[in-house]
């Protein structure tokens, strides 16, 4: 008759001096054994992250090992906390906890890390009117709030009423003519409108060259000055 034993983990039929392999196990000296099982790690997403299950795999460098039938490897995930978020796993893991993998196959886990939303929140102030336009859009978060993935360079336009101007730039672009932030850091930027004043004359004394002025602008002490190039005092 057939009899099925196990030899050291090995799986075969002895039939007389025959032996042969059950499905799915190899021939191993003199006896059968399951075959290695191979995981295979990848990562996705526009983050930056690492997986490791603390020996074999390090990903980051080494995303591939191969174990013993019937183990259990659990992986992690570590996402650069300045930059990205663990979005999750996919494959023979889902979530975003550990992910633990039964190594009675070969297997492949997805792990995915996005950059980090950071906030840029736009206030409008003063007693004229105006609307500010951000390029790019982003995602909003609420009133004056949008989101920006990290790193993102985000150009703020100023568009004052017909009765008003735009007076100043405060926050994270304050003393500034124009309004560029990078989104590294939650971000702050107010806008002040008010009625156009009377006009400015600039005179200066001494100097040789040309004067370019290039507005009025303020500190974040609301004391307002004046921007430019001057080839003499002004």
Request: glycine residues 18%.
């Amino acid at each position: 008759g057939i009899v099925l034993f196990v030899l050291f983990g090995s799986f075969a039929q002895s039939c007389g001096d025959s032996i042969r392999c059950i499905p799915g196990t190899i021939r191993e000296g003199s006896g059968c054994a399951w075959p290695p099982r191979h995981l295979t790690v990848t990562r996705g997403g526009g983050g930056i992250g690492s997986v490791s299950d603390g020996g074999q795999i390090n990903c980051g460098g080494t995303c591939a090992a191969a174990y013993q039938h019937g183990v259990m490897v659990v992986l992690t995930a570590t996402e650069d906390t300045t930059t990205s978020v663990f979005a999750g796993w996919s494959g023979a893991c889902t979530g975003t906890g550990s992910c633990s993998v039964l190594m009675d196959a070969d297997k492949t886990v997805d792990a995915t890390f996005e950059l980090s939303q950071q906030q840029l929140t736009v206030t409008l102030a003063g007693s004229g009117g105006g609307t500010v336009d951000l390029s790019p859009l982003g995602t909003p978060c609420g009133a004056g709030c949008t989101q920006f993935a990290y790193g993102t360079v985000v150009t703020l336009a100023a568009t004052a009423d017909p009765s008003s101007v735009l007076q100043s730039w405060s926050g994270d672009c304050a003393g500034r003519v124009g309004c560029e932030v990078s989104m590294t850091a939650a971000r702050s930027v107010t806008a002040t409108f008010g009625p156009p004043g009377e006009p400015l004359w600039i005179e200066t004394i001494g100097g040789t060259g040309s004067d370019t002025a290039w507005g009025i602008a303020t500190d974040d002490s609301g004391v307002f000055y004046l921007t430019g190039e001057f080839a003499g005092d002004v």
